[in-house]
Each structure stands twice: as C-alpha cells, then as structure tokens.
C-alpha cells in the first residue's frame, strides 16, 4: 500500500492528507540531494538556534519551503533554521514546524540523519503545546530512506521504494513498556550531575545493549523498529532547560511515541506534550521510550 493510498483510507480530511503527501514529497527531494550533497559548512555558520550550520542543512530547508510553499493548505511553517515563523497562505488550514535536517553533524561521518516534522491548526504555534498536533512524522536516510507518520491514534512506517513512492512497512506499531535498550545522550551532563552519572551506570549493569549514534533522529528510530527503547537527553548547565527543540524535536517525537504506547517525559517528570509553547526556539531535556524504563529513570533522577 503506498502512502497515498493510505491516506484515502483513512478518516483525515483532503487537505491534511495533502499536508502529509507534501512533506513527503520534500522528503524525497532531500533524499536525492544527500546522494550528491556537499559535506561542507554554510557560508553564514550557525542557524537560529545557534547551531553549527551546514550546507545541506540549507538545502533542506530551501527544499521544504518551496515544496510547502505549493500547498495553498498550508498557512505558516517554522524552522528550526529560521528566527521566526513564515506566513504563506492566510487562508491556510494548517501550519507545519520542522527540523529540516536533525544530525547533520553526522553527515560527514555517514551516519543517518533526518528529517522532523510537526503539524498544527490554523497560522500559530505558540501558546499551544504539543498535544495540539494533528499530525507529526519524521523521515531517516539510512540505507533505505523511511517515513513515519501518527495522526496521534497509531504510529506507521513507510520506506521509499524505487525512489518513487513511499510503502507501507509497519503498520500500528507498538513500543514495549520494558527495554533492554539505551541510548543516552548528552553524557557529559554527568560530570555535573551524578544521578545522571548513575543512571547510565545502572542501565550497564543491568546488562541493556548501548545503542547510540549522536543522532536524534536514528536514535529515537530505533525505538520504533526494535519496539523497545530508551533516548535520554537531560539538561545541563550550558543548556539548563534543555539542549533540544520543543516545537521542532521534541513534541513531534512524543506525539509520535505516545501514539505508539511509548511516554515522553521531561527531567521533572512532565510529559512533553502538555508543555506550552511559548517560543520557537524553545528548549527541553527529554527521556523518550518504553514506558517504564522512562518513568524509573525520570523518578531516579528526581
């Protein structure tokens, strides 16, 4: 079945199933431009957020606003490379955040990278929170290029066959609530906290498999195809709220996770899809998986 197929089969109305088909287009754009990309770094060298920029996180980006720009449905998309939001269509029904291409600083190394996104009602983002998604997905060029998408009632992957079309590969897919599975990022935040420190040193001596490439993205991924798996990204001093997006990583991340009967917690133990949105670029530490590894670690730390 391939994505536009399933689309028309479910109850989602004409013009989010074009929203859906458009991100998927542009995904399919970036996956031609990575095949020739240049690995070097963009001639202004840091997006919005600060971040070290690089040439093909540009391309993404310029790849996505033209093809979202096609979409009279399509009112407003934000950036994680952009200062602020970009109204295309006042008459638009959604908007769309995204993170054109998370882990670039794996591109040099091979490493897979991605794409996340995030669809809302209407022309804003702040002032909702992530529970107001109607849509979120994300893509990973890997060895094969996939796409995974959640209208919030269950979580599906699909993988680009032929350069052509997405399939359907893995329907309703379902996270276990235990793990024997880590992925924790941000481990220098234990030099400053020990618990953190701890935590990790208990996952070793509970014999879970490390599995982590420094990428969010192929790390979250992994939950989704194993069915089973913890990503920590805890705040530190230099980021006290957090390294990553809300808006651009995080809150697609947890809709998609939660709809896959996995949890998304912050450090405190909030779940990161009631936390409101009150700017682009804001930051939140996340612990993301099977439900009661994130719940055990959450409680651990506090």
């Given at each position: 079945m391939?994505?536009q197929?399933?689309?028309?089969?479910?109850q989602?109305?004409?013009k989010?199933?074009?929203v859906?088909?458009s991100?998927?287009?542009s995904?399919?754009?970036i996956h031609q431009?990575?095949?020739?990309?240049?690995?070097?770094?963009?001639?202004?060298g840091?997006?919005a957020?600060?971040d070290?920029?690089m040439?093909?996180?540009?391309l993404?980006?310029?790849?996505?606003?033209e093809e979202?720009k096609?979409n009279?449905?399509?009112?407003?998309?934000a950036?994680?490379?952009?200062?602020?939001?970009?109204?295309?269509n006042?008459?638009g029904s959604?908007s769309?955040?995204?993170?054109?291409?998370?882990?670039?600083s794996?591109?040099e190394?091979?490493?897979?990278?991605?794409?996340i996104?995030?669809?809302?009602?209407?022309?804003?983002?702040t002032?909702?929170t992530?529970?107001?998604q109607v849509?979120a997905?994300?893509?990973v060029y890997?060895?094969?290029t996939?796409?995974?998408?959640?209208?919030?009632?269950a979580t599906?992957?699909?993988?680009?066959?032929?350069?052509?079309?997405?399939?359907?590969?893995d329907?309703n897919?379902q996270?276990?609530?235990?793990?024997k599975?880590?992925s924790?990022?941000n481990?220098?935040?234990?030099l400053?906290?020990?618990?953190?420190?701890?935590?990790?040193?208990n996952?070793i001596?509970?014999q879970?498999?490390?599995r982590y490439?420094?990428g969010?993205?192929?790390?979250?991924?992994?939950?989704?195809c194993?069915?089973?798996?913890?990503?920590?990204?805890?705040?530190?001093?230099?980021?006290p709220n957090?390294k990553?997006?809300l808006?651009y990583?995080c809150?697609p991340f947890?809709?998609?996770m939660?709809?896959a009967?996995?949890?998304a917690?912050?450090?405190?133990?909030?779940?990161?899809?009631?936390?409101p949105?009150?700017e682009?670029?804001q930051?939140s530490s996340i612990?993301?998986?099977?439900t009661?590894?994130?719940k055990?670690?959450?409680?651990?730390?506090?």
């Open positions: 391939t994505l197929e399933f689309l028309q089969n479910t989602q109305n004409e989010l199933q074009s859906v088909l991100m998927a287009e995904v399919k754009k431009a990575i095949i020739g990309c240049n690995l070097g770094t963009a001639d202004n840091s997006n957020s600060g070290e920029q040439a093909l996180d540009v993404s980006n310029e790849i996505l606003e979202l096609k009279s449905h399509i009112a407003c998309y950036s994680e490379e952009e200062e602020d939001s970009v109204l295309l006042k008459e959604y769309v955040a995204f993170d054109p291409l998370d882990g670039s794996l591109i190394t091979n490493l897979a990278i991605g794409t996104f995030g669809v809302y009602e209407g022309s804003e983002f002032g909702k992530g529970r107001d849509c997905a994300y893509a890997g060895p094969r996939t796409f995974v998408l959640s209208f919030g009632d599906h992957a699909f993988s680009l066959s032929h350069e052509k079309d997405f399939a359907l590969t329907k897919i996270v276990q609530a235990e793990t599975i880590f924790p990022g481990l220098r935040a234990g400053e906290d020990k618990k953190y420190l701890e935590l990790v040193n996952w001596l509970e879970k498999t490390l490439s420094g969010m993205v192929p790390d979250i991924n992994l939950s989704f194993k069915k089973q798996g913890i990503f920590s990204y805890p705040r530190f001093s230099k980021y957090g990553l997006r808006l990583e809150a947890a809709f998609l939660e709809a009967g996995g949890s917690l912050d450090q405190d133990g909030k779940s990161i899809l009631d936390l949105i009150q682009l670029h930051r612990f993301i998986g099977s009661n590894e994130v055990k670690a959450v409680a651990f730390l506090n």
